[in-house]
């Protein structure tokens, strides 16, 4: 009865089987030689004497169900759904409307089951089909001003429905705020403003630009703007804010810091209180995504340095009490590179990495 696994045993040999196998036992034969004579398993003899009769229990085996409509109705489902009356219909519109007739003929589920094995379910109306869209390309950094990630931010005023707006420029890879802005609107002219300001002042050709989908950051005049400048832009899917996490997280320690206004008064209020947060979160701030450290320790390159100071301070401690280091030192690492939106198979291999 040896195989390929996975074959169908008739029911006659698996009674067959069995039969053998006690018979052997009876004439004191122990149960896995005799299975291993008949080339099954213990755990295969041991089924097939509970129920040797049972079906096909393979999960490829074709099965019947009781609730599948049959042919003919599965075609007279297609027939309706196609005649000129429910055409340009949806299945829900005709479950419903043949309800009302005194009509039943399948369920709304199964409707949309058969029209999609026939191929038959396709847009209806003068609307655009909803679309699917890519996930943004990786970006990986490996210094400072290669990789930025920008996005605005609604800041709360005295009156309820008015709102200032943060424009936020950060550098993935140190995590710095390297450029900022309050304005009392979201506009794609402020937008170019402030690149155009950023651009004076640093070099920012080459540079990869990430941001969602926003008005300010697509405008036509803009992308203009970017491809003058050397910038690279890319950009989230529509709704997704896990695309643009950098932001995303920049914001949250905005508003969960302590101190935060929940409403600012007027715009120089939100200015005044935005520049005193980007000097604690540039040089105050240590970091958890980037080994505690300071954003602007790690933009200016003074991580090697400050993770080799932590080394030798730890070094000489366990030197000094070995007892209390039964499991080692930890070590201080600087990450050296940074990805924005990783592929699948670099996520799995960043993963293996910290396991």
């Not at 299975?35 to 099954?40: D, G």
């Not at 396709?122 to 400072?144: F, Q, V």
């Not at 937008?191 to 969602?212: E, P």
């Amino acid at each position: 009865m040896g195989g390929r696994r996975g074959r169908l045993i008739p029911v006659e040999d698996r009674a067959l089987a069995v039969e053998l196998i006690q018979e052997a036992v009876t004439a004191r034969a122990r149960v896995q030689p005799a299975c291993e004579v008949l080339q099954i398993s213990v755990r295969t003899y041991q089924r097939w004497k509970k129920n040797a009769a049972m079906g096909d229990q393979r999960s490829t085996a074709t099965r019947f169900i009781a609730r599948r409509l049959p042919d003919d109705e599965r075609e007279q489902v297609v027939r309706i759904c196609c005649s000129p009356e429910y055409q340009d219909a949806s299945p829900y519109a005709i479950y419903a409307d043949l309800l009302d007739k005194g009509i039943y003929t399948a369920s709304v589920s199964t409707m949309y089951r058969i029209l999609r094995e026939r191929g038959l379910l396709h847009h209806r109306g003068e609307s655009r089909p909803g679309t699917r869209h890519a996930k943004p390309a990786e970006l990986k950094a490996t210094g400072p001003n290669q990789v930025w990630s920008w996005d605005i931010t609604y800041l709360p005023t005295l009156v309820n429905g008015i709102f200032l707006y943060g424009y936020v420029l950060m550098d993935v890879w140190s995590r710095k705020i390297v450029g900022w802005e309050v304005h009392t609107e979201e506009s794609e002219s402020h937008a170019q403003d402030f690149f155009r300001r950023m651009a004076a002042t640093q070099n920012v050709r080459g540079v990869h630009l990430h941001s969602d989908n926003g008005n300010p950051m697509k405008g036509a005049t803009i992308l203009v703007l970017f491809f003058a400048l050397g910038i690279l832009p890319s950009y989230s899917r529509p709704r997704v804010s896990n695309d643009n996490p950098f932001s995303e997280s920049l914001f949250k320690t905005l508003k969960y810091r302590p101190g935060y206004p929940k409403r600012f008064r007027d715009t120089e209020h939100a200015r005044r209180w935005f520049a005193d947060f980007v000097h604690w979160y540039n040089t105050e701030h240590r970091h958890s995504g980037i080994g505690y450290m300071t954003p602007e320790d790690r933009h200016n390159g003074r991580t090697p340095k400050i993770m080799a100071h932590r080394n030798a301070v730890l070094t000489a401690a366990r030197q000094k009490h070995p007892e209390r280091w039964p499991n080692g030192q930890m070590n201080w690492d600087e990450y050296p590179v940074v990805y924005l939106n990783p592929e699948p198979t670099t996520r799995q291999s960043l993963m293996r990495k910290t396991a």
